[in-house]
């Protein structure tokens, strides 16, 4: 039986993606991937708080001669570089080294281009929050959202009001690791507990069962890793079988927010059990029904989660129950059809 829906609510409205403003100001964060749109008759400026120590492109033509996506205007030392695409449709990364950090930019061409992007640097413009400190009911009540968010959306959308969704049917993301692979279906983003819940695919292509920790699950973003506050996986993926799983993470492992944004790239991983004859051979029984792996969010002192008891999650769920209950016989008719 899937979990129950929680009924807490959120404070913000959905907002639709909107053209860029030429003129933009952003924070530096060495975590995130910034998209910057380009013309082909325009010129984008990207200005640092210091000097540039290096630059690394591909497809990235200096004298505009040489064949290349885009055009790229830098002098040795200065703190800004200008770039123009040469193609339409165009596309490339450019990163940017300053002040022994990497910063990633995604160049695209684009009808309506950036022309100035002035960053500014993290440290000096604002204190890091450490993250909230998010309850196990919580994040059960979180991963329960993601599972029941369309129909949330269109029946309650009170109840997912201020949460971010992302879908990847037209550009998938696959972390392919030969005899299995984790498809990323779709992420959401709670912003009040700095939460993203992943709801994914894992594919087994083999012929052999294959077993995995369904704690162990964790998202890299960048050179970054975050590891999962929370996971509802069966640990088990028969052979030529696929498995959804729905996972989160919660603020990042040195405990500060992570403030990570949907338009990231990002690569699922988690730890595999050793193969054995004995697994191999063993027929293919249906699994039980997963429980949720359910650690606590990383606090500013330390990255380790910390698990709950069966028992305190039984009581989590319980609480959870009473409070939907009380919903239905307190709302209209329309919030009793409404179950994961």
Not at 253 to 266: I, Q, T, V, Y
Not at 294 to 301: E, K, L, T, V
Request: with cysteine.
């Amino acid at each position: 039986m899937k979990s129950p829906i929680s009924i807490l609510l959120l404070a913000a409205t959905v907002a639709l993606a909107a053209p860029p403003e030429a003129i933009q100001r952003v924070t530096l964060d060495e975590r995130v991937v910034i998209t910057v749109p380009v013309s082909t008759n325009r010129v984008t400026t990207i200005s640092f708080p210091g000097p540039i120590a290096a630059i690394d492109a591909v497809g990235v033509t200096a004298d505009g001669k040489t064949p290349g996506q885009f055009q790229l205007a830098h002098m040795k030392g200065s703190s800004f570089v200008s770039v123009r695409a040469l193609a339409r449709k165009a596309a490339t990364n450019l990163n940017i080294r300053w002040n022994k950090r990497t910063y990633v930019f995604e160049l695209v061409e684009s009808e309506a281009p950036v022309l100035a992007l002035n960053l500014e640097d993290r440290a000096s413009t604002e204190i890091v929050q450490p993250a909230p400190q998010v309850t196990p009911t919580r994040l059960v009540a979180l991963l329960d959202k993601a599972k029941a968010f369309p129909l949330l959306k269109k029946q309650q959308p009170d109840a997912v009001a201020g949460a971010e969704a992302r879908t990847f049917d037209d550009e998938p993301q696959i972390t392919d690791f030969n005899d299995y692979e984790i498809r990323i279906e779709e992420v959401f983003r709670f912003n009040p507990e700095d939460t993203l819940v992943f709801h994914v695919t894992l594919r087994n292509k083999s012929e052999h069962p294959i077993r995995y920790l369904p704690e162990s699950f964790c998202v890299r973003v960048g050179n970054r890793l975050y590891h999962q506050s929370i996971s509802d996986a069966p640990g088990l993926l028969p052979p030529h079988a696929a498995s959804t799983v729905y996972f989160a993470i919660t603020g990042t492992p040195d405990g500060g927010r992570n403030e990570l944004a949907l338009k990231n790239e990002f690569n699922v991983l988690v730890s595999r059990l050793p193969s054995s004859t004995s697994a191999a051979a063993a027929p293919t029984a249906s699994p039980q029904p997963p429980q949720p792996a359910i650690q606590s969010p990383p606090a500013p002192s330390s990255s380790q989660a910390i698990g709950i008891t069966p028992e305190q999650e039984t009581r989590a769920r319980q609480t959870l129950r009473q409070a939907v209950e009380e919903l239905e016989n307190t709302n209209a008719p329309s919030a009793k059809q409404i179950r994961p």
